[in-house]
């Protein structure tokens, strides 16, 4: 079935409240049939376009710019802007797990990081338009 929504709850004492508008709607367009029920933990949302703009194109001018690999870079930037103080270990170290506006944070500190380095990085509405 395409389309089907997905909605947002709270648990509060066993029992869930559903966020947002339209689930009463949906359950009611469901009368008499049988329906699979997953409850999970809320997913963080990152966006997979400044995933893209900072693999395509802040670390690729990085890259050209010190002459490290791409991976090198990436742990680099990492080390320098998602360490939280008190990490023991930079294998530690996940941006998939951020949300998005740590995920923004993380990209401008990089282009802001270019600029120091006189590299500079194209705006992401350049990129894509």
Sequence with gaps: MAGVPIFTAVVRRGALQVDGRGY???LESLEGRRVEIVVRKRRKKRSLQCERYYRGVILPALVEATGYTAAEM???????FLQ????ESMADLD???????QQLRFVESCIWFAAWLDVIIPP???VWA
């Design 24 to 26: 009463q709607q949906w």
């Design 74 to 80: 990436h742990y680099l930037m990492k080390a320098l």
């Design 84 to 87: 939280p103080f008190g990490m």
């Design 95 to 101: 941006w998939r797990d951020d949300t998005m506006e």
């Design 124 to 126: 992401a509405n350049r």
